[in-house]
């Protein structure tokens, strides 16, 4: 049944992405479906647990993103959105991890500051430093979110105790989360420079694709991990 689910799925991201290139008509209605589907699945799944509804909470404003981000108009409210559900995830890998190494902090955050002057210099040679602070806050918390995702596996790694034949308890689905992190901080990474420093015509399937990855990595591990 889960197969066939994920089946579905990647076919509902593939045609919200063919539709971004062909149809931005039917791309309104395309692009908020394959998470409408993580949103039932969550539904199939109900638990009265904090972590869940944290979980729960952040793809719902990935989903309020996705509409509001589709016009001009209402796209400051929408990224507004993607920030809220960027800190509900952030408090739900707290919560499941706790704080992150330094050593982890230092390394992104030195990534995405190189990143930065990348960026500022872009900006600069086309006369519009000014855009980068809008995209600013936003980098910042998608490091936090990788960051406090990093501390889900090494904590899972730490208790577990028992013999290599016994397997790693709980780690794949840490894993899988921290794979959906890396692919959302991927994302943002190239929807901020794809935005603000210039377009390319590759943008939208990376930025679409890393962005329905990483929303599935995060509810597939999330689910598996409060079962």
């Known amino acids: 049944m889960m197969i066939v689910f994920w089946c579905i799925f990647v076919l509902a991201a593939a045609f919200s992405i063919y539709c971004r290139y062909n149809n931005r008509m039917w791309y309104n209605f395309a692009k908020p479906v394959p998470l409408f589907m993580l949103i039932g699945l969550y539904a199939m799944n109900p638990s009265s647990l904090a972590l869940y509804?944290?979980?729960l909470a952040g793809i719902i404003a990935g989903v309020a993103g996705d509409i509001l981000l589709l016009r001009e108009k209402t796209f400051r409210y929408g990224a507004a959105f993607f920030f809220l559900g960027h800190i509900l995830y952030i408090v739900a890998f707290y919560r499941m991890g706790g704080w992150p190494l330094l050593g982890i902090c230092l390394l992104i955050l030195g990534y995405s500051t190189i990143y930065c002057l990348f960026l500022f210099r872009r900006l600069q040679s086309q006369g519009g430093v000014g855009n980068?602070?809008?995209?600013?806050?936003?980098?910042?918390m998608v490091s936090l979110l990788?960051?406090?995702?990093s501390t889900t596996v090494g904590q899972m790694a730490n208790r577990y105790t028992g013999s290599l034949s016994d397997g790693f308890p709980g780690i794949f689905e840490q894993l899988v989360m921290f794979g959906g992190a890396m692919?959302?901080?991927i994302s943002d990474l190239?929807?901020?420079?794809?935005?603000?420093?210039?377009n390319f015509r590759a943008a939208?399937?990376?930025?679409?694709?890393?962005?329905?990855?990483?929303q599935a990595f995060i509810t597939w591990g999330a689910l598996e991990y409060l079962s």
Do not use: D, E
Not at 132 to 140: A, C, E, I, K, R
Not at 190 to 198: E, F, I, M, P, S
């Open 53 to 55: 509804k944290l979980f």
């Open 132 to 140: 980068v602070w809008m995209g600013t806050p936003y980098l910042l």
């Open 204 to 214: 939208q399937l990376v930025i679409l694709g890393t962005y329905y990855s990483a």
């Open 190 to 198: 190239v929807l901020v420079w794809n935005r603000y420093a210039g």
């Open 146 to 149: 990788l960051m406090f995702a």
């Open 183 to 185: 692919l959302f901080y």
